[in-house]
């Protein structure tokens, strides 16, 4: 391509990139309206506009912000490993101050929220269920909504607006003190994810940490209501 299509190319995937985003972001903010139930719907617009942008920007293989093939090799990379298993710590030191703050509440909030999308007693289908779950989240607000944005503004602040927009389509009905510390979390986690994306660009290392820490909360969950 020469650089007047290079050109329009990139504006073409710029502005693709807002739209989704933006109905990203509306989707998202329909948690205000208790009654609503569109917000997951998100990660659906997020996933179908990632490989729309990457399809009008002619993304190559080795480019894309999805490598499978690659995953080895990216977590090999200098730090990238530590920051893949940060998530399980992260997730064990949610868990102990969660509950010395709140108690029994704060196990039953997030065992609530996560209860409405997986199946915890059939492990296989759970298993499935976790998988596919981090990915397209991962796809969604990593590679597309982090991604994409951070080609037309500054990395932090993509990172610090897509983990808020991922963070609160994590609400759920709870008492403000172990809503706002369960959104609290999920926001660093976020952050998490973000670094691994800095340092990787790919988000299928994303989902790698992303399983890991969901996992270690599952087990976790698990083993408290036993």
């Known amino acids: 391509m020469d650089k007047k299509q290079i050109n329009e190319t990139n504006k073409k995937s710029a502005l693709l990139t807002v739209l989704g985003i933006?109905?990203?972001v509306i989707l998202t903010a329909t948690k205000a309206v208790p009654t609503s139930n569109i917000a997951g719907f998100s990660v659906f617009v997020g996933?179908?506009?990632?490989?729309?942008?990457?399809?009008?920007?002619?993304?190559?293989?080795?480019?894309?912000?999805?490598?499978?093939?690659?995953?080895?090799?990216?977590?090999?990379?200098?730090?990238?490993?530590?920051?893949?298993?940060l998530p399980v710590a992260s997730c064990l030191l949610t868990d102990a101050v969660g509950r010395l703050l709140f108690r029994g509440e704060f196990l039953e909030h997030v065992m609530g929220r996560t209860g409405e999308l997986l199946t915890f007693d059939k492990v296989p289908l759970l298993a499935?269920?976790?998988?596919?779950?981090?990915?397209?989240?991962?796809?969604?607000?990593?590679?597309?909504?982090?991604?994409?944005?951070?080609?037309?503004?500054?990395?932090w602040l993509c990172a610090a607006v897509s983990s808020a927009v991922f963070a609160a389509g994590h609400i759920s009905a709870g008492g403000v003190g172990v809503v706002l510390f369960d959104v609290a979390c999920v926001f660093a986690d976020s952050q998490i994810f973000s670094v691994i994306y800095r340092k990787t660009g790919n988000c299928a290392v994303c989902t790698v940490a992303h399983i890991l820490g969901n996992a270690t909360g599952?087990?976790?969950?698990?083993?408290g209501l036993s």
Do not use: C
């Open 218 to 223: 599952i087990v976790v969950g698990m083993m």
């Open 128 to 155: 499935v269920q976790v998988v596919v779950a981090a990915l397209g989240e991962e796809i969604a607000y990593r590679g597309f909504f982090l991604g994409k944005s951070a080609k037309i503004a500054p990395f």
């Open 22 to 24: 933006a109905i990203m």
């Open 47 to 85: 996933l179908a506009f990632f490989f729309i942008v990457e399809a009008v920007g002619k993304i190559p293989r080795e480019e894309s912000g999805l490598r499978f093939s690659t995953i080895l090799n990216d977590i090999k990379k200098p730090g990238v490993m530590i920051w893949v298993l």
